[in-house]
């Protein structure tokens, strides 16, 4: 099983010719709602790769709340873990959109942001092999799942996104931590974002905290770096015509975690998971653009 702790969201997204400027009000071309957030996103690329999936984490006692869980379903997801507070709303993203490709985006946390470890401590977790967190959810019930997980055995992986200075506090626990280039750059404290994987290497060990750690580096088009204590790979990114790479990071942890559930070896499971999201950027949304296994399968043997 996969048990994603995470973010539920409800992603607005509007079309505008021009962004508006403080003070003015513009009409919107289109408005579409998604089911988003990190967590959501990751468990439902689990989810469609095949892996039994559970998702913790909470909403609004509201109808987005109560909608963005039926979707979860639909996607195979097992939502039995997300608490309805009263106490906030549904966390939301507000997307604006130009013409010209520019955005704009606030994001609420709203009821995410009421996650505690008491909640995680009231969970389950026998038989839950493969925890998974990023960082739209509070640290503290993060470091709680990954504390009650080691001392069950499971193995624990971090997106450490969006990048936040109390998140490098988690790496110690973490089993895998999965990084895109960006966020490597913030955590290992570089002035530009390394390309060659000499300098991603080298960066990740600056954030090794045990010897016995993978850091993942995803570089967007050019693939996905693997680093150990001593070895590090490259896997290729497969060349596909991109659409809309929202999500794809998020698509890479689900599936990275559903073939790690399903007993891949880690090569194995990142090429797997590098093919998944190549796939997902040809489609646009998040969640819907996520592939199936046998998608995924038939698109490796090509
Ligand atoms: P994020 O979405 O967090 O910025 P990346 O841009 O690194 O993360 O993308 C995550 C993964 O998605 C990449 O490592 C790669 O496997 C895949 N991917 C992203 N963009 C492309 C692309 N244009 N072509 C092929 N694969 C891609």
């Keep these: 099983t996969v048990f994603v702790l995470g973010s539920i969201n409800l992603d607005a997204v509007a079309r505008v010719d021009d962004l508006p400027r403080p003070g003015e009000t513009v009409a919107g071309r289109s408005l579409e709602l998604f089911l988003g957030g990190k967590g959501a996103n990751q468990a439902v690329a689990a989810a469609r790769m095949g892996a039994p999936t559970r998702l913790m984490g909470a909403v609004g006692q509201d109808d987005s709340g109560a909608s963005l869980k039926t979707k979860l379903m639909g996607y195979g997801v097992q ?96 089993d895998i931590l999965i ?65 809309d790479t929202v999500g794809a990071g998020d698509c890479f942890c689900g599936a990275l975690a559903a073939a790690l559930a399903a007993n891949m070896d880690l090569r194995d499971a990142v090429e797997m998971a590098n093919a998944a999201a190549a796939l997902s950027v040809q489609k646009s949304g998040a969640a819907p653009s996520m592939p199936n296994r046998r998608e995924v399968e038939a698109f490796l043997e090509r």
């Design 79 to 174: 939502v039995s873990d997300v608490l309805e507070l009263a106490d906030a709303p549904t966390g939301q993203a507000h997307v604006w959109v130009s013409a010209s490709g520019e955005n704009m985006i606030v994001v609420t946390a709203g009821a995410n942001a009421l996650v505690t470890p008491q909640q995680v401590a009231g969970a389950t977790l026998e038989g839950q092999r493969i925890l998974l967190c990023q960082l739209e959810t509070p640290p503290t019930a993060i470091e709680a799942l990954f504390r009650a997980g080691a001392a069950k055995g499971a193995l624990r992986i971090l997106n450490a996104a969006p990048a936040l200075p109390q998140g490098a506090a988690l790496f110690p626990l973490t």
């Design 179 to 243: 990084l895109n280039q960006t966020e490597l750059a913030t955590y290992a404290k570089l002035d530009h974002e390394p390309v060659r994987l000499e300098e991603v290497s080298l960066a990740a060990r600056k954030l090794m905290s045990r010897p016995d750690q993978t850091i993942i580096v995803t570089l967007g088009a050019t693939g996905v770096a693997g680093v150990r204590r001593d070895e590090a790979f490259l896997v290729e990114g497969r060349k596909v015509k991109a659409i």
